[in-house]
Structure formats: structure tokens, C-alpha cells
């Protein structure tokens, strides 16, 4: 069995907007999208640590106003969680704590490979919709 969270079981019907984050230490990828279409938009990429990404997403929060956030959690290829899985479900609580916001993770692995293959001029918001897009197909 792995450690890798599952797609959520039930999500609210009245949660129909999400942003979507591409947690990276340096790099965040960000994206939007809805229940309704099921498909996600890049809105950029955060490129900063600490307070100032908060700062970043919170003008993307502001923006779009979004019912929830999606957050990709990393883990190895055979399931198994790692230090990136353990700092981005922190930083999926800080934005939780943030923003109070309710905050779905999405297993990432290979989405920033996939987002590469597909030829994306920036990896980490292609990423984002990935993660988001493989959310909202988790939907009922």
C-alpha cells in the first residue's frame, strides 16, 4: 500500500472553483479551473520563498476567489512520501491557516515530466493544471 493520499471521496458540491499549486521551493506553479468545465488555466508562476510566495498567492486568491485549493504533494515513484511530500503538505497547512480556504492534495508524481514532454514554456504552471485537471476528473 502506498503512502500517497487518494483522490478526495467527496467534495462539496458548492466547492466549484480551485487554484491549483505546483509547490516548489524556489518555484510555484499556478492554476485555475472549475467543476464545471474540468479544466485548468495557468495563471503563472510564483517565483519567490517564505512570506513573499504567500504574499504572491494571496493576489492570485484575491483574483480569482476560488471555493478550495489544490495542492500537488510529491512521492517517490513506488508510492513512498519523501522530504518534498513532508514540506509541501506543510505548506498545503500553512495555506489552509493562510487563507482558510479548504485544501485537497493531488499525488504529482510525474507531472512536471509530463508538463516537459508537452513542450510547456513554463514547467511549473503546466504542472499546476496537470495536478488541477487530475482533481477536477476525480469529481463526481
Known amino acids: 500500500m502506498s503512502g500517497a493520499p487518494a483522490a478526495p471521496a467527496v467534495v462539496a458540491p458548492n466547492l466549484n472553483s480551485f487554484l491549483a499549486i505546483d509547490f516548489g521551493m524556489k518555484r510555484t ?10 479544466t485548468a488555466t495557468s495563471v503563472g508562476t510564483v517565483k519567490a520563498e517564505g512570506d513573499a510566495r504567500f504574499a504572491l498567492i494571496e493576489k492570485h486568491v484575491k483574483e480569482w476567489q476560488p471555493d478550495a485549493l489544490v495542492i500537488g504533494v510529491p512521492y517517490h515513484p513506488d508510492g513512498a512520501a519523501h522530504e518534498n511530500t513532508a514540506r509541501a503538505q506543510k505548506f498545503g497547512r500553512q495555506l489552509h491557516g493562510r487563507f482558510k480556504l479548504p485544501v485537497f492534495e493531488v499525488d504529482e508524481r ?31
Open 29 to 38: 506553479g499556478v492554476a485555475v479551473g472549475n467543476r464545471m468545465m474540468r
Open 110 to 140: 510525474y507531472s512536471t515530466t509530463e508538463a516537459i514532454s508537452s513542450g510547456a514554456k513554463d514547467a511549473d504552471a503546466a504542472s499546476a493544471c496537470i495536478i488541477l485537471e487530475q482533481f477536477l476528473r476525480s469529481l463526481p
